[in-house]
């Protein structure tokens, strides 16, 4: 990932992987299947508690106790 980030490149990962999502993320998308619409986006840490989306803060709190 720093290989990456050196090159100024970004890799787009879709993934419900909670682990993967707090450690090498840091800007995501959440996107509301029902709508068809992006509900949020950014670092997912802040978002843990700062999503002004319930559904996006349920979603990553289902892995709070995992050492995320």
């Known amino acids: ?3 990456v980030r ?3 490149k970004s ?3 879709v993934t419900h992987e909670l682990a993967s999502i707090f ?6 998308v959440y996107l ?3 709508t068809r619409t992006m509900l949020d986006h950014g ?3 802040r978002l843990l508690s700062g999503s002004d989306h319930e559904v996006v803060r349920r ?3 289902r892995g709070a106790g995992d050492g995320a």
């Not at 450690?23 to 995501?28: D, E, F, L, T, V």
């Open 1 to 3: 990932w720093q290989n």
């Open 6 to 8: 050196e090159r100024g």
């Open 11 to 13: 890799l787009v990962i």
């Open 23 to 28: 450690a090498i993320g840091n800007n995501s």
């Open 32 to 34: 509301d299947a029902e």
């Open 43 to 45: 670092d997912p840490h």
């Open 59 to 61: 979603f990553l709190s």
